[in-house]
């Protein structure tokens, strides 16, 4: 079964600090990654996605994440964050057959101290 | 921006009532998800329907159900609530990219339960 795991229950930064958090998963087959972002009181919102291709993806807000295949990471890294990035952020990942189910990962709390 | 909407956005409810949680969204897509979850942890897949007359069960447990008769609604029943359905939940929706590939879910505001 496929599972993902992100080691950084909860991160606090000051602004401008870079960022970067943690998700590996684990999957027998071709995968498709998801970064998504909670803010407080709002919808699950997709942040970035890998399909195919380059793996290094940019997303919205100034956020990026690299697939590394063998080391089965997707981590998402902001050069410079900025309050209105806490938030709380999730890795999802499911199989390359359109079908297939999402799995999140528990969840990256990011508090920016101003 | 996705269109997707829950309704009650809060709901306090005492031990043994039966409630209906609303999902309904605007964007024709075939696919709605219902998942769980508690504070700090994962969300879990609890029911899913890949089109109107279709519900499968997900990866958690629920004794909740599912109904899938118009495409863009999907609710979920909980017959007789109790305590340990204390929970947020959250429905999404999703199509199937060009060419058969995977899916991007867009979720919905979530409904936050608390059972008395």
């Known amino acids: 079964a496929q599972s993902v795991s992100q080691h950084n229950h909860h991160v606090i930064l000051s602004e401008a600090a870079s960022l970067e958090l943690g998700c590996n998963y684990s999957?027998?087959?071709?995968?498709?990654l998801f970064w998504y972002v909670q803010y407080p009181g709002q919808h699950l919102q997709l942040l970035l996605k890998?399909?195919?291709?380059?793996?290094l993806v940019k997303g919205i807000k100034g956020f990026e994440a690299e697939f590394i295949k063998s080391k089965f990471s997707f981590n998402l890294r902001k050069p410079s964050v900025q309050w209105s990035d806490t938030a709380e952020y999730f890795c999802?990942?499911?199989?390359?057959?359109?079908?297939?189910?999402?799995?999140f990962g528990t969840g990256t709390r990011l508090t920016i101290i101003p | 921006e996705a269109d997707i909407y829950q309704t009650p956005r809060y709901l306090v409810i005492g031990t043994g009532k039966k409630i209906t949680l609303e999902c309904s969204q605007t964007?024709?897509?075939?696919?709605m998800y219902w998942y769980q979850q508690d504070p700090g942890m994962e969300l879990h897949l609890i029911h899913y329907s890949y089109g109107v007359n279709s519900t499968e069960k997900g990866d958690l447990s629920s004794e909740s159900t599912v109904s899938r008769i118009r495409t863009e609604h999907f609710p979920l029943t909980l017959e007789s609530a109790r305590p340990s359905h204390t929970s947020q939940y959250l429905c999404?929706?999703?199509?199937?990219?060009?060419?058969?590939?995977?899916?991007?879910?867009?979720f919905g505001p979530g409904t936050r339960l608390t059972v008395l």
């Open positions: 890998y399909f195919s291709g380059d793996p």
């Open positions: 964007m024709g897509h075939d696919k």
């Open positions: 999802a990942v499911n199989g390359n057959f359109g079908n297939e189910k999402l799995t």
């Open positions: 999957y027998g087959g071709t995968v498709n």
């Open positions: 999404a929706s999703s199509e199937l990219t060009a060419g058969g590939g995977t899916d991007t879910q867009y």
